[in-house]
């Protein structure tokens, strides 16, 4: 286990790691043959400028943590085959967006050493939103944890701590849902809680968070130095990225403002993992190795 007060947000673990980025990138959903045969079949200027232009939405889109639309990737990508096709007198597309998706990710793979990996809905009760999601990640096999270390040194490294205390306070004081079918249970925390815990570790966090309501002026707070931005604006940048899921408090008046829970994310599942949480925690809490109570909540 690397330096867990560094946690590796790009870590190869059993639990994080959800398919092996040596096998290379995947399709959450299955390619069939005839997809290949039909993309194979193309002109190869064509098949190669498609996979080209879907290789660079990968990489634009992903590569600032926004995450991976499937669809909205072939949009751009087979736009610019469309509009180069009607200038050049060329044919229509073919049904190939999945074989097209999965070869782009694979150059993707092979040049930048990037992974793109689908939301992990196999072990989380996420919505159907996500079915066709994706995140550009880059898994590192650093067993010492130094290479991490210094990747991390950089201007997001406050952000990433202020997310292992956001983590850490849902697991030890949010409320357990689900745990069935072969899904992860998970812990959801409100956000009344979250702000207050967070303000009695450092009171530049406000105490309650953001109305939500349109015209509501409560939505920034103090800048604090280390995260280069309010606390609030961090979290809605995590939330945003999937690091962080967030959703409507049930049986709610929403005239008082509208009240959110918050979870451990997708990405925070693929790149840091419950179980590297739970030996931050321990390490914070200073028990040293994690207990045995704290051991079964991974493993339960």
């Given at each position: ?8 947000f ?12 040596d096998?290379g990138?995947l399709?959450?959903?299955k ?13 190869e200027?064509?098949r190669e400028?498609?996979i080209?232009?879907?290789?660079r939405a990968?990489?634009?889109q992903?590569s600032?943590?926004?995450p991976?639309?499937?669809k909205k990737v ?5 736009k610019q ?10 044919g229509?597309?073919p049904?190939?967006s ?11 793979h092979?040049?930048y ?5 689908p939301?992990?809905?196999d072990v989380?009760?996420?919505a159907?939103?996500?079915q066709?999601?994706?995140?550009l990640v880059?898994y590192?096999?650093?067993?010492s944890?130094t290479h ?6 950089d201007a997001?490294r406050?952000?990433r ?7 850490g306070l849902?697991?030890?004081k949010?409320t357990v849902r689900?745990?069935t ?7 959801w925390l409100?956000?009344n ?10 009171d ?8 939500n309501?349109k015209?509501?002026?409560n ?5 604090i130095?280390?995260l ?5 604006t961090?979290i ?6 999937d ?7 049930e049986?709610?008046d929403e ?6 829970l918050?979870?451990?994310?997708p990405?925070?599942i ?13 390490e914070?809490?200073?028990?040293g ?5 704290m ?5 339960g």
């Amino acid at each position: 286990m690397s330096s867990v007060l560094t946690p590796s947000f790009t870590q190869i673990d059993p639990d994080s790691i959800l398919h092996d980025p040596d096998d290379g990138p995947l399709s959450q959903a299955k390619v069939t043959q005839s997809q290949y045969y039909r993309l194979n079949s193309m002109n190869e200027v064509e098949r190669e400028a498609l996979i080209r232009a879907t290789a660079r939405a990968i990489i634009f889109q992903g590569s600032g943590k926004t995450p991976l639309d499937k669809k909205k990737v072939m949009e751009v990508s087979t736009k610019q085959f469309a509009d180069a096709a009607a200038n050049s007198g060329g044919g229509k597309l073919p049904q190939v967006s999945n074989a097209v998706f999965d070869a782009a990710s694979k150059r993707v793979h092979d040049i930048y050493g990037y992974t793109v990996v689908p939301a992990p809905t196999d072990v989380m009760m996420l919505a159907n939103k996500y079915q066709d999601r994706y995140y550009l990640v880059n898994y590192i096999k650093d067993n010492s944890g130094t290479h991490s270390r210094v990747l991390l040194d950089d201007a997001e490294r406050g952000a990433r701590g202020f997310l292992m205390v956001i983590l850490g306070l849902i697991f030890c004081k949010g409320t357990v849902r689900g745990g069935t079918k072969g899904k992860y249970s998970t812990r959801w925390l409100s956000g009344n809680m979250l702000y207050k815990y967070l303000n009695a570790i450092d009171d530049r966090v406000p105490e309650e968070p953001p109305l939500n309501l349109k015209g509501s002026t409560n939505r920034r707070s103090t800048q604090i130095e280390s995260l280069s931005d309010d606390a609030v604006t961090i979290i809605d940048k995590l939330v945003s990225q999937d690091y962080l899921l967030r959703e409507k408090a049930e049986n709610q008046d929403e005239s008082d403002g509208i009240q959110y829970l918050y979870s451990m994310g997708p990405r925070s599942i693929l790149e840091i993992g419950r179980k590297q949480l739970i030996y931050f925690m321990a390490e914070v809490m200073d028990e040293g190795e994690p207990s045995e109570a704290m051991l079964h909540e991974f493993e339960g």
